[in-house]
């Protein structure tokens, strides 16, 4: 085994779940060489060995306890994101509460009853939110029924009379609706009026009052709290004293204390407050065990980065930083101790072979402050400088975090600086700079690249400018396409994985659920036409110049496979050099060891012999 190989092979491990006695974790990790459920004791202070508790040969994500301490857990088949419903019983056999292969189920969260999941059972177009109680029922309760929409449960009251739903217009945009008594109210649409509002339910904090995290009335996601009457009240201490994004809220239900990690330049911070109506507000701040980011996913890895027990006793948080791989630590909540609960493998690197992140701004084309991270390689740099690959992160409105990342330090491994930028309409930095990329704005942000690029011509980067290869995935390879189509003078390669190249192809073949979330970041079919063809990477491919690498999953709902294969085709009648690796197993993304171990050092080798 190379030594490039074993930097793939390092392991990931979060998401925990805490089981009802506070004994024990259950979390999801990748050391079978894809994710799998595994629980491991929790000791003060002793790090023990996690038990593997599925072997299915596709992943198996996002495990949660239920109250009696069974779990459940999701699972799909060769990426397709089709996710069923998994049960695992106290004494650890296995049953599907869902087997309907063509349809999508999302766990939403767990109640004293049962839990809550969304799915696309009616029609695909939407996803509708039911309830099970596996110890009950064998079929699922329809709690909601959506119309063209996506809809997630968020929370109850603790008898479960009163549910919280979110109505998903947008990455950038939802609702709250309430269900009482068979009767839905708004809460949300008539104060938000005609402006795009964020709003997520977090709990209810007494029977009339839930805590919210939304923009509303504010440039940044923060908490605040919403009346069933549809009244929103700020939270003083937050205005005052919390001015970044809120990245994740978790609580013990019946406690009056609530979680919350906020953002601060990339970076995670963790506070307890607790928050009332007629209670005074308290805030108070944990030191983390490491400088890094509480990292958290989606479905297809593990859903949430943090657990509170049930009696409050400890924190389970999933922490990284460049330097410091996915691992999840507990933390004492009274001692303020921690140590890590798992240790996952680093394939016989020391840590001292990776390369830490520095935090950098420059002034865009208009002003516009741009922050980045860049990671320069171990040793020293030839006379001009490292050659040098720009990450450029999906969404859009996603955020590159400086937590670890096995493909960054698989690249600086080999001698490549790697630059990672949050252009204009990343997440994390407020709610005006979130929208500076929006429908007929969407190339400001590729200009922001340029200008980078251009940023970098400065020797005290340490970076060649002339050796400049662009990199990215989902958005982040349509932002590659973007680049090399519009600025072709400034790159030697692009790294295109699974990205957009035709806004219009795109909307038409992305799964029937996620079309009118995507519209809504970049236009629509109907209305926007004329900006979906004008910024679409395929109508401009005259203007490429460098080689393009392409690796795309075939099972990809996200961004169809159609849309990887038009720019291979285009490129090789234009007599662009192209090449194409396709995984019949795989989805939205490369996450199989196996397939790792193919694509990547075939991409290094790649590399070395244009760069």
Known sequence: MSIFERFLRIESAGGPSWHPTEKKIVFAFNSPGNYHIHNVNVIKGVQAWPRRLTFEV???????????????????????ENFQIGHISKDGSTS????????????????????????????????????????????????????????????????????????????????LILIEE???TNLTKKISGNKK???????????????????YKSDYYRLGILSLGSEFKEIQEIEKNHKNDITEVFYSSGSPFTYFLSNEEGYSTLYKGRFGIDQNEVITSFKLPIKGVAVLGDERNFDSSSSISPGEKYIAITLSSPIEPTNIWIIDTESLESWQATDVSLAGLNKTNFSNATLHRFNSYDGLSIPFFRYLPKG???????????????????????????????????????????????????????????????????KDIKYIALQLKDPAYSIDSDKLAIYGGSYGGFAVLSAITEYPELWRAGVDLYGIANFVTF??????????????????????????????????????????????????????LSESIQIFNKLQEKGIPVKMIRFPDEGHGVVKIENKLKAYPELLEWLKQIM
């Open 58 to 80: 596709d992943r198996c994500t996002t495990p949660k306890y239920l109250e009696d301490g069974s779990i459940i857990f999701m699972r799909d088949f060769g990426g397709d």
């Open 96 to 175: 599907w509460l869902t087997s309907d292969h063509k349809t999508k189920h999302i766990i939403d969260f767990v109640s004293k009853t049962g839990f809550y999941f969304d799915a696309n059972i009616i029609d695909k177009s939407s996803r509708d939110v039911y309830r099970l109680s596996p110890l009950k029922e064998k079929e699922p309760q329809l709690i909601f029924k959506a119309e063209k929409s996506v809809l997630r449960a968020a929370c109850t009251t603790i008898e479960e009379k009163k549910i919280i739903i979110e109505k998903i217009i947008g990455n950038n945009e939802q609702e």
């Open 182 to 184: 068979g009767k839905f």
């Open 197 to 215: 509002i964020r709003w997520k339910a977090e709990r209810f904090i007494d029977e009339n009052n839930i805590l919210v995290s939304t923009d």
């Open 380 to 446: 020293t740099p030839q006379a001009n400088g490292w050659p040098c690959v720009f990450v450029v992160h999906g969404g859009p409105e996603s955020q590159y975090r400086p937590s670890f990342d096995t493909i960054t330090q698989f690249l600086l491994s080999a001698g490549y600086a790697v630059i990672a930028p949050n252009i204009r309409g990343s997440n994390g930095y407020g709610r005006k700079y979130l929208d500076l990329d929006n429908v007929e704005k969407r190339l400001d942000s590729i």
């Open 507 to 560: 909307l038409e073949n992305t799964a029937p659920w996620r079309r009118t979330l995507r519209e809504s970041e970049y236009g629509s079919l109907e209305k926007d036409m004329e900006t979906l063809i004008k910024i679409s990477p395929i109508n401009k491919v005259d203007k490429i110049k460098s080689p393009l690498f392409i690796i795309q999953g075939d099972r990809d709902e996200r961004v169809p």
